[in-house]
């Protein structure tokens, strides 16, 4: 390539020294591309609602701002479709950008725990993720969901946290179900209606056009981001289903049953940067820790022996749980698993090892340094097995088989399959224009900074597969036409200074 683009590059120089006069250089522009006219094929986007969970909202950097929102992937289509027909489009706007919500002027405080609920945003510190605040201290969200609610109707209904069949349940935004039942982002949503469902303030629209996106990625994220500790359940595929055919069958019937759709899959979520980061061997000991380490749990191991010989475990099952440190920067980690053998009548508890195949929660990160994995070996909600990641994969499955079913049984529902796209991203990378989207964290331009939402470049690129999935199916020429979402619009990063 290098003597290629020299050569070429001579040839240029040769025919600068030929020319005589001014008038030898003459100015060859371009040729115009001239692009087809946009058409809306079959589909009418005069009317278009959208429906989903967080990435419909906007949801980034673990927050909801009005910057992340007006760079949601469904206002980004419905800027394209305003190019065919499509009319006004209205978000729930947050109040600030700040990213997060109070009530009744105050900070929510878990009763559990004693930490604040729906706090800031993050940003970027320098080395990576940090809270809004560290940076920014005078940052205080004023979205008050008990005092200053928007008045609807909005075409964006996306609510963060919602799982399926949250989208059909009654008083899912009601105040007086706060927080037994109730969503304080769709408490936002409801206004004069509030015990009217999700689906009630869509159909009540009557859309002539929908998007019904990641249905089923919160019913299985919350164990996915519980690290499969049973504080928050896969959803049964016999629930999931009947939400999503319940919804699909409303939408579809607006009267002339004519009413067209896109539906997306949910991608794997277990390959998204939070649950990727945090390596299985992050521990770093000298000399002197290691062996306090390895003196801490020598009366485990030698308990495990105790077993081997009474024949309890295996001789595998007791070189697996061993735990031995050395003086190396890639120690592993000490994790409570539940699949062990349960040796508690020796008063052994089932510690083991981290390995390869465990995958680690993003706050973990955090805590390392603390003594979390060494000294305080890891809680269920740290991390999830094999055997959780298993159940998360099949669930995945699972739906995704109903979802392609539902959109294929009928013709005026077309498919995006975000599984794909984010198999694609974490494989090989996906080109966006003149840019290389990847999963990593901060770096990959995908995900944001909380490891699994979507920066706006990455909703920007969400909208233009369904934009694809448009003209497949309907007969338009978004893509044709250049009716698309350009990288260069999006970026993938948040000011902390934004206000």
Not at 83 to 112: K, R
Not at 219 to 237: E, Q
């Amino acid at each position: 390539m290098k003597n290629i683009k020299y050569a070429l590059l001579a040839a240029v120089l040769v025919g600068f020294t030929a020319c005589k006069s001014e008038d030898d250089f003459i100015d060859s522009p371009e040729p115009e591309v001239t692009l087809p006219a946009l058409t809306a094929g079959s589909a009418d986007f005069s009317n278009y609602v959208a429906i989903g969970a967080s990435f419909t909202a906007g949801y980034t950097d673990s927050g909801l701002f009005i910057a992340g929102q007006e760079d949601s992937f469904p206002n980004t289509l419905a800027k394209q479709f305003a190019n065919a027909g499509g009319g006004v489009f209205t978000q729930p706007l947050m109040n600030d950008n700040y990213g997060g919500l109070i009530a009744g002027g105050s900070p929510i405080i878990s009763p559990l725990t004693g930490e604040r609920l729906f706090a800031e945003r993050l940003v970027f510190g320098g080395a990576g993720p940090v809270p809004l605040q560290s940076v920014n201290p005078a940052a205080m969200s004023t979205t008050d969901f008990v005092l200053n609610n928007p008045t609807g109707p909005f075409n964006n209904l996306g609510v963060p946290g919602a799982k399926s069949y949250h989208l059909l349940a009654p008083g899912f935004g009601s105040l007086a179900n706060f927080p037994a039942a109730a969503n304080p982002y769709a408490i936002r949503l409801t206004g004069l209606t509030p015990n009217a469902s999700i689906l009630d303030l869509a159909v009540d629209q009557a859309p002539t056009f929908f998007t019904l996106s990641e249905i089923g990625g919160n019913d299985v994220l919350g164990y996915a981001v519980s690290g499969g500790d049973g504080s928050d359940l896969i959803t049964p595929l016999p629930t999931f289903d009947a939400a999503l055919n319940g919804i699909i069958a409303r939408l579809t019937s607006n009267g002339t049953n004519n009413v067209k759709g896109v539906v997306g899959n949910v991608p794997n979520i277990t390959s998204l940067s939070h649950f990727t980061t945090v390596p299985y061997n992050p521990i770093p000991l000298n000399t002197a820790n290691a062996a306090l380490l390895n003196g801490a749990y020598a009366q485990y191991n030698g308990g495990l022996q105790v077993a081997l010989a009474n024949n309890l475990i295996t001789a595998d099952e007791a070189a697996a749980r061993t735990i031995m440190f050395e003086v190396s920067t890639t120690n592993t980690m000490v994790l409570i698993d539940e699949n062990l053998t349960d040796l508690s009548g020796l008063g052994l508890p089932s510690y083991r090892p981290s390995t390869s195949t465990d995958l680690f929660v993003l706050p973990l990160s955090t805590l390392i340094p603390d003594g979390y994995g060494t000294q305080i070996p890891l809680a269920d909600k740290w991390v999830l097995t094999p055997e959780e990641q298993a159940e998360i994969a099949t669930a995945t499955m699972n739906y995704n088989t109903s979802i392609k079913a539902a959109t294929d049984a009928n013709p005026n529902l077309a498919l995006v399959d975000l599984n794909d796209i984010l198999d694609q991203a974490t494989t090989t990378g996906i080109i966006f224009d003149e840019y290389d989207l990847n999963t990593e964290l901060v770096f990959g331009g995908l995900v944001s900074l909380d490891g699994v939402h979507l920066t706006s470049r990455g909703y920007a690129l969400m909208a233009n597969a369904f934009l694809d999935a448009i003209d497949t199916n309907f007969g338009s020429n978004f893509r044709a036409s250049g009716n698309v979402a350009k990288a260069t619009d999006y970026g993938v990063n948040h000011s902390p200074l934004l206000p």
